[in-house]
């Protein structure tokens, strides 16, 4: 699993490519703890992932109370189907705003 | 101020990992910071193993056999540091002695599932053909059990309001017709949730969700080559795991989230979740079958066995958890509170629960400690406790079940009484009143209320209620057994041909008598309780005993709900009629009723007067009380004639500012049901055959 920093208008993009399951979870959340900044919403680009385990969504879910507690916009981005299926039977979607990409972010026309 | 632990650190080092001495309580695994306290119980065992392994691999990463000196008193436990939680997968490994004849099984090169596990691997997706060369089966796994339940907790409905549904997991969405898109799991019950709401059932009542092995027994049928299964499930493998084959995200191992998740979304609509649990045997069988856990960990605590180490079968499944015992009582007891605790599970219902209250040597208790621990317990406090009240070995105690003032029953007797007057059979008037005011013949005398009797006149157990209807004896020679399996006893009549017919004047009999049953169902006091698919007519073309298949002959045929839709419209009208009518619901036998009637009277064709003779078909009930915030009366008054010819029925006489209105009445089977009814000035009504009415008493408008 790969991450990086980006950013698109106003959004601070994280791009992740990989698995996210337990063996690299700690690298991602070590890199959310680090780079992520106040003040600017976060896009999590997840166009590159096929597969996330259950540790993996539950840093997404970390992730998501880190941003409310930030007081800034978080979005999901490109949520592979099947992802956001087991994510819709496990009760985790409800949390999350998902986009198909970058460009469909609000203010980001 | 954080506070950091000082005893947080390995102390020894055991086959390549980092441990120290872990704590006995709780069973099972617990997380410590930074690793996992594994504990587990054997009396008679005298070495324990911890072997872990890789959710991947065939052979084991590690055995780490517990020092002796971590074990206090019965119990070993050990905190094994750095494990990949998601990915661990483990079990236990117990020395003992190999005695069968003293009780004692023990192999010590076979590997153990935790009594305790939280989660099993294994039977990942449902129907999966096992890798049978795998010398450990079901692999116990950790929980993370950490979901967002966002402020929900049971709902605590009041026993007597309750409309209970009770359904099978798969068999419910399975069907391609079902229209949802994960079916035949937990998360296609939460898409069917507007649908369950739009019936106004508030509890479902699921059977077996304990992770079981749907290809224990498994077997092909000898005629048409079908594969049959352990489709009910009711042998549990693991009693705190849900089974992942019912999850669309069990090949995840996403179970627990998913089922919680399915629990949550069911109260947000007001609906409670009742589970079926089987508590009287394990998948293990007698001393022919495999040795997945209890077996292998205490033969002689967990199970009843005879002197000569033989298992007793009160199950009439192979073996008998010996739930008397203190520890087996207290496993139990750990597992509900779990399920309640952690699932928010509403209500438990104990599948062959006259077991749960016998003696380690087989004989009933009058004080059996297991009912009594359960009925008091802290945390199952508010939980529904429903006994199936008798056994395989021929305890039947619906009336007499141990039950602390909180146990009901599934009212067995409710069922056969139902079924009798149903289809015209003699001498029925008299059980039938009873079982009409709550059976207080069976609950009134020691204390108990109306809604401890569980009404119900179809259940999984035996025919659906279009089947009822239509076949006169069971046909199961899909389930492979040369139809010897299953019930005689179904008191069932097909209305004048078995099975299938073109006939219309048989086809609408049948629809009159499944409007009758719901009727009077739904009109009785005590708890209903409706077997799924029957509010369209599901039919399981005469099976009455489908524990073994997985099929369109077990799974619901959604399409009956367009073709059948004046039943389900019927239902769904008599849900909501019971909703609006206290006077249904009263909870106690000793009700003063209202200003002008007994809480419950009885009619027959003169009001007032019964004809309780032998071959007397008409009975009416009227049920009333007031509402204290309107002042205004409550009443129902349900007439039925179950001869097979009409009869004329007299009303009973209202108070003057009180006129009837008809708001049901199977005998117009093109229109049975009135939404807003007119009043009804006549002095009386001519029944038909068969039919049931009702009437509610409504303030006449000036």
Redesign the interface.
């Given at each position: 699993m790969d991450v990086a920093l980006d950013s698109f208008k106003n959004w601070q993009v994280i791009k992740v490519a990989g698995q996210v399951?337990?063996?690299t979870v700690s690298d991602l959340r070590d890199f959310i703890d680090s780079e992520l900044k106040q003040g600017h919403p976060v896009a999590l680009e997840l166009t590159e992932v096929p597969f996330m385990?259950?540790?993996g969504?539950?840093t997404l879910?970390t992730l998501q109370r880190k941003t409310t507690d930030m007081g800034v916009d978080l979005a999901l981005i490109g949520v592979a189907p099947e992802i956001a299926?087991?994510m819709?039977?496990?009760?985790?979607y409800q949390?999350f705003t998902i986009f198909e990409s970058l460009q469909n972010l609000p203010g980001a026309e | 101020m954080e506070l950091e632990r000082i005893d947080n650190i390995p102390t020894d080092t055991i086959d390549g990992y980092r441990v120290r001495p872990g704590k006995p309580l709780p069973f099972g695994v617990s997380s410590v910071p930074g690793g996992l306290n594994f504990s587990v119980y054997t009396s008679a065992g005298t070495s324990c193993t911890l072997v872990l392994y890789s959710r991947t691999e065939e052979s084991p990463l590690a055995e780490i056999r517990v020092p002796d000196y971590y074990r206090i008193g019965d119990v070993y436990s050990i905190v094994v540091y750095d494990l990949?939680?998601?990915?661990l997968e483990y079990g236990f490994k117990i020395d003992g002695p190999h005695e069968p004849e003293q009780g004692h099984r023990f192999d010590r090169t076979n590997v153990l599932m935790d009594p305790y596990a939280r989660v099993i691997s294994g039977r990942d997706e449902w129907g999966i053909e096992p890798n049978w060369d795998r010398s450990y089966q079901y692999r116990s796994r950790v929980a993370?059990d950490?979901?967002?339940w966002e402020g929900d907790s049971p709902l605590e409905i009041d026993d007597a309001d309750l409309v209970i549904y009770e359904l099978h997991v798969r068999s419910f969405t399975r069907n391609e017709n079902s229209g949802v898109?994960?079916k035949g799991?937990?998360?296609g019950i939460?898409e069917k949730i507007p649908y369950l709401k739009a019936l106004g059932i508030n509890a479902v009542e699921l059977m077996p969700v304990f992770e079981f092995d749907e290809f224990e027994n498994s077997r092909m049928h000898p005629d048409t080559g079908e594969k049959l299964y352990n489709y009910w499930g009711y042998s549990t493998v693991a009693f705190f795991a849900p089974k992942a084959g019912f999850?669309?995200?069990g090949k995840?191992?996403?179970q627990v989230?998913?089922f919680?998740?399915l629990v949550?979304e069911l109260h947000k609509e007001g609906i409670e979740v009742i589970l079926d649990v089987v508590f009287n045997h394990t998948a293990e069988g007698n001393e022919r079958g495999p040795s997945i856990s209890f077996k292998g960990l205490d033969n002689k605590i967990y199970y009843m066995l005879t002197p000569e180490g033989y298992y007793f079968n009160f199950s009439g499944t192979g073996n008998t958890l010996n739930c008397n015992n203190p520890v087996v009582r207290n496993l139990v007891l750990d597992c509900l509170r779990y399920w309640c605790a952690e699932y928010h599970i509403d209500g438990f219902r104990f599948d062959l629960a006259s077991i749960l209250g016998r003696d380690p040597w087989g004989a009933p208790l009058s004080n059996p400690p297991l009912l009594e621990s359960l009925a008091f317990d802290p945390i199952l406090s508010s939980c529904k406790l429903i006994a199936e009240a008798w056994d395989a070995g021929g305890l039947y105690q619906v009336g007499t079940f141990p039950a602390y003032g909180r146990w009901s029953e599934w009212n067995g007797k409710y069922r056969d009484t139902a079924r009798r007057y149903l289809k015209g059979d003699d001498d029925q008037l008299g059980e039938m009143a009873q079982r009409v005011q709550g059976s207080p013949d069976l609950y009134q005398w020691n204390g108990r209320s109306p809604a401890t009797s569980i009404n119900f006149i179809t259940c999984h157990d035996g025919f659906t209620l279009a089947d009822l209807v239509s076949f006169n004896g069971k046909h199961n020679e899909a389930n492979g057994e040369n139809n010897c399996d299953g019930g005689d006893d179904n008191l069932s009549w097909n209305c004048g041909a078995e099975g299938w017919t073109e006939d219309q004047g048989i086809k609408s009999l049948r629809m009159k008598q499944s409007m009758n049953a719901l009727t009077i169902l739904l009109t009785s006091r005590g708890t209903p309780m409706l077997l799924m698919g029957d509010e369209f007519g599901r039919s399981q073309h005469g099976n009455n005993n489908a524990y073994c298949i997985d099929s369109p002959v077990s799974w619901v045929d959604w399409s009956l709900l367009e073709s059948n839709h004046l039943l389900y419209d019927f239902t769904k009208n008599l849900v909501g009629f019971r909703h609006q009518h206290k006077c249904l619901r009263i909870n106690r036998f000793d009700d003063p009723g209202s200003k002008h009637f007994p809480s419950c009277s009885f009619h027959g064709t003169n009001p007032w007067q019964v004809n309780w003779s032998s071959e007397s078909k008409q009975l009416g009930w009227l049920m009333s009380c007031d509402d204290d915030s309107t002042s205004l009366m409550d009443a129902v008054y349900v007439a039925s004639n179950m001869a097979h010819y009409a009869t004329w029925f007299e009303l009973p006489s209202l108070p003057t500012e009180y006129v009837w209105k008809l708001c049901f009445n199977t005998g117009d089977i093109q229109s049975p049901f009135q939404q807003s009814p007119a009043p009804y000035l006549e002095s009386g009504i001519l029944v038909g055959d068969r039919s049931v009415l009702i009437f509610t008493a409504s303030p006449r408008e000036t």
């Open positions: 399951d337990s063996k385990s259950s540790a969504l539950r879910l299926d087991t819709k039977v496990t009760g985790f949390f | 990949d939680y998601e990915d993370f950490d979901f967002d898109k994960f799991t937990y998360a939460v999850a669309a995200s995840f191992g996403m989230d998913e919680k998740q949550k």
